[in-house]
């Protein structure tokens, strides 16, 4: 029977309890604190002797027999039996290894149950390829279907998600790492009562190592690496293995008998008392997932030793949580453990640091939390959600920078989080293509693209709105588009440009004139791709009265605001400026260099500028059509040395460049709806915009941002300096503009954007 929330999972285990490695402990430690969950497990009966059916903690245990090869089959037809009676809404498979198989293989049979895949691997990833022999060959598609066909990947290390993305996975991949129970690892008081009770005395250094005895946990190199140490050094060697009797006699040969104990598999309960009475912990894998082990003796107090391979350098961090040795190296460890005896201040300050790290990041509560999140909201992405497949069409895409190549990424990224299939078709290189030809170029890249697909999504009404438009209809697939901005009235503006008898003319004053053939044809072409499209996304309510004009229904225009994604904005100040190198007062303004973005006017006011802030340097990011005359104009004012073309750089150099810099300055003719504005607020730099277009729905003047006129060359002046001098009204700014931008929430973007999809 299922619980009030109505989650039920099943689990897919190799192994579990009363066999114990690191995945069986991060299970139990897991499931016991999530209650208002309902779990079943199948596993294979390891010993025979443990019951075919018993609950271990919140866990109802079913255990099968038969051989390991045969264990997918087997419990894929348990699975089954019990997916009758209990109807279950998740599956989550324990390693990518026969569990893995197994929930492939349900997953097969059931697909619209959602498959949660972890990843606890700690043999070296090639070890499925030796483990299979011949077989691998037969068998290599059905082991990267696991990674293929799970809903979501949790890994236990960046390591272990990388393999994922290298084994072909398309879901969403978080990396949760294991924990520790901090109240059961933690510093005991009356330590000598313990050492009386382990026979542990005073005048020996006791080195310690808990781990299966197998080659890759590297026991071997800790044994003979106490030949390098003075004989008051012992060791306690916590496990069982297939290489435990392999290790007894290289210890009787190196006659280490006296210095080495072999106490076998200890329950997680008693392990802390030989943990706190040992001066370092060792383990020097040759591979490893993460280690559980590392992260249980920082949390008691114990300083570390380990390799520098798989998911140990997302915790260990040389001289700071631990230290490192060699692989394969005895030597290296007799040298890490003397440098922690030698240097006692240095060792305390590494165990403070260890400890604060586990108990902010690697309590087990805090990763319970964690997954609970996953485990409640995977189901939720099923059932009656819109689950099918979306081409997103887009001239451009990361590492290109712009709105659409942002917002096409941030989709990509976000949505197969809840169940929809995301493909990307961006120009790349069709754009070096004649406009004619590129254009049938991608009409045909599209039909083949979109076959098994149900949305074309467009992310423009001409360039790749109408081969997108062309090929919806004769697929008859549903087609969305977003419009940003008016094609025409920007090709418009091109044209132009260079006519100085002609002034500039607003996207409002363009709806209502008459121009030449080329750009009513292209009007023409925007408004036909509008009215074919089943629903039209825009990105502010300024764009909507736009199209409306265009002749469409306002029920078939959606104001769905734009979101920024938060990651990649950790980077201080400080260590931004320091990366890219930059001094004085950073004014940054981005964007395509085209004429009624405003980037002449700005450089025209700098040599005014730099009479009141002597240190300012204004970087403009971007490229375009105007990059030669501005270059032409900075070199004509003489200010090379304030004035700088960055060009187009990537997303991630653009945000550095945000965070590193004073004042944000957006002086634009046209805006629908600035992603720049979004981020600059989310980082704390106050925003000069110009009061056009969707700005004016993110920006109120005075309170989160400045707002001018656009192309008003003394009021931007004025206001710059103003900024730059007023520290009171500059914090205000900022402060509230934090506010502001939580408005703008990815969630909210996503969801909204999914009802218009579906």
């Known amino acids: 029977m299922k619980t009030s929330n109505g989650v039920r999972i099943l689990i897919f285990s190799i192994a579990y309890y009363p066999y114990v490695g690191g995945a069986e402990v991060a299970v139990k430690e897991i499931t016991d604190r999530l209650s208002s969950l309902d779990w079943d497990m199948i596993t294979l009966n390891l010993d025979k ?59 097969l049979f059931h697909p619209k149950i959602k498959f949660l895949l972890t990843l606890q691997e700690g043999d070296p990833l090639d070890y499925p390829k030796k483990r299979m022999g011949v077989f691998y060959f037969f068998l290599k598609s059905f082991f990267k279907a696991i990674f293929t066909r799970a809903n979501y990947i949790q890994a236990i290390s960046n390591y272990l998600a990388e393999w994922a993305k290298n084994m072909g996975a398309k879901c969403p991949i978080e990396v949760i790492p294991n924990g520790a129970d901090t109240n059961l690892f933690k510093k005991i008081e009356n330590i000598d009562k313990v050492r009386s009770k382990l026979e542990a005395p005073l005048n020996y250094i006791w080195l310690i190592t808990t781990s299966r005895l197998v080659e890759k946990n590297g026991v071997e190199d800790i044994i003979k690496a106490l030949q390098y140490l003075d004989k008051n050094y012992k ?27 072999f106490l076998g598999q ?37 300083p570390v030793i380990g390799t520098r391979v798989g998911g140990i350098p997302d915790f260990l961090h040389e001289g700071k949580t631990g230290l490192f040795c060699e692989v394969n190296n005895p030597e290296s460890i007799a ?80 949505m197969p989080k809840h169940g929809i299939s995301i493909k990307i078709l961006s120009f790349g290189k069709v754009r070096r293509l004649p406009k004619v030809i590129r254009h049938i170029v991608y009409f045909f890249k599209i039909l083949l693209k979109s076959r098994d697909i149900d949305v074309i999504y467009a992310q423009d009404p001409v360039s790749v709105g109408l081969p997108s438009v062309l090929a919806a209809k004769i697929l008859r697939k549903k087609f969305i588009l977003k419009v940003v ?12 440009s260079n006519l100085k008898s002609q002034k500039f003319i607003t996207l409002e004053e363009f709806q209502e004139g008459k121009y030449n053939f080329m750009t009513e044809l292209r009007r023409n072409i925007e408004r036909w791709v509008a009215k074919n499209a089943d629903k039209i996304i825009v990105p502010s309510g300024y764009l909507k009265k736009v199209v409306t004009k265009w002749g469409i229904d306002e029920k078939n225009i959606i104001v769905i605001y734009n979101a920024f994604d938060a990651q990649g904005l950790k980077m201080t100040k400080r260590e931004s400026r320091d990366e890219l190198n930059l001094s004085g007062t ?87 709806f600035s992603h720049l504005i979004l981020e600059a607020m989310a980082l704390g730099v106050p925003v000069i915009a110009s ?66 999809l579906s």
Not at 349 to 354: L, P, S, Y
Not at 372 to 387: D, L, T, V, Y
Not at 696 to 718: V, W
């Open 485 to 496: 901005g008016d094609y025409a009235w920007e090709q418009f503006q091109n044209q132009i």
């Open 235 to 261: 060791l306690h060697i916590l496990g069982t293995g297939p290489l435990e009797e392999k290790l007894k006699k290289i210890t009787k040969n190196l006659k280490l008998e006296n210095r080495v104990k």
């Open 266 to 302: 200890k329950d997680l309960k008693d392990i802390p008392e030989f943990i706190n009475i040992s001066k370092i912990f060792i383990r020097p894998s040759l591979s490893e997932g993460m280690g559980n082990s590392f992260i249980e003796a920082m949390a008691t107090g114990v």
């Open 691 to 756: 009061n056009i277009g969707g700005n004016t729905e993110i920006i109120r003047d005075g309170e989160n941002g400045i707002l001018i006129e656009y192309n008003a060359k003394e009021d931007l002046k004025n206001k710059i300096i103003s900024l730059y001098n007023e520290e009171f009204f500059r914090e205000k700014l900022i402060k509230n503009a934090k506010e502001s931008v939580k408005k703008f929430s990815k969630e909210k973007m996503i969801n909204d954007t999914i009802k218009i």
């Open 586 to 672: 950073i004014l940054i303004s981005s964007g395509r260099l085209v004429p009624w973005k405003g980037f002449g006017a700005l450089i025209d006011i700098m040599p005014e500028v730099l009479k009141e802030i002597p240190d300012a340097r204004l970087y403009i990011i971007g490229s375009g059509s105007e990059e030669k005359n501005f270059k032409f104009q900075i070199s004509n004012l003489k200010i090379g040395d304030n004035v700088f073309l960055v060009g187009g750089i990537s997303r991630e150099k653009l945000l550095t460049y945000l965070r590193a810099c004073d004042i944000f300055v957006l002086n634009s003719g046209y805006e629908g």
């Open 335 to 414: 040298k890490k453990v003397m440098e922690y005896m030698n240097d006692p201040e240095r060792t305390d300050k590494i165990i403070e640091n260890a400890q604060k790290m586990v108990k902010e990041n690697y309590d087990w509560n805090l990763i319970a939390d964690k997954m609970k999140n996953i485990f409640e909201k995977m189901p939720a992405q099923g059932g009656s959600a819109f689950g099918g497949k979306v081409l997103i069409c887009t001239g451009i895409y990361p590492p290109d920078i712009g709105g659409p190549a942002t917002y096409s990424k941030l989709l990509y990224d976000e």
């Open 49 to 107: 002797k443990s019951p075919d059916f018993e609950k271990i903690g919140n866990i109802n245990v079913y255990r099968i027999g038969g051989s390991k090869f045969l264990f997918p089959i087997n419990a894929c037809i348990k699975a089954a039996k019990l997916h009758k009676k209990n109807n279950y809404d998740l599956t989550w498979s324990i390693m990518a290894n026969r569990a893995g198989f197994a929930a492939l293989f349900f997953k």
